[in-house]
């Protein structure tokens, strides 16, 4: 987690280096699963929002998606409704699973 908001952080300064904008960071709320920072600025700067990223699992021989739903934490349920599986003895090698 620290080192997502610390690449986060070093993206914007760097994005804005050549603007020759000063940032201010300031940590609002930081607890075991969010964190909420006050990002200030002398000038008015547009931040992009990022979409998530997913997780593959590519499946591979013996996998069973029992056993990929306990590996990565993920209730098998949600697993099957993300790839779109029916029934979930019918994966194959090679397979490419979205996971979060």
Do not use: C, H, W
Request: proline share 1%; charged share 25%; no cysteine.
């Amino acid at each position: 987690m620290k080192k997502i908001i610390l690449l986060f952080l070093l993206k914007i300064t760097f994005s804005l280096a050549n603007s020759k904008t000063s940032l201010k960071f300031e940590v609002l709320e930081k607890n075991n699963t969010n964190i909420r920072i006050l990002i200030k600025s002398d000038k008015n700067i547009a931040i992009k929002k990022s979409t998530p990223t997913s997780t593959i699992y590519i499946v591979k021989y013996g996998d069973t998606l029992s056993r990929i739903s306990k590996k990565f934490n993920v209730s098998l349920d949600n697993l099957k409704k993300l790839n779109s599986i029916k029934n979930e003895n019918l994966i194959t090698v090679n397979q490419k699973l979205v996971i979060k």
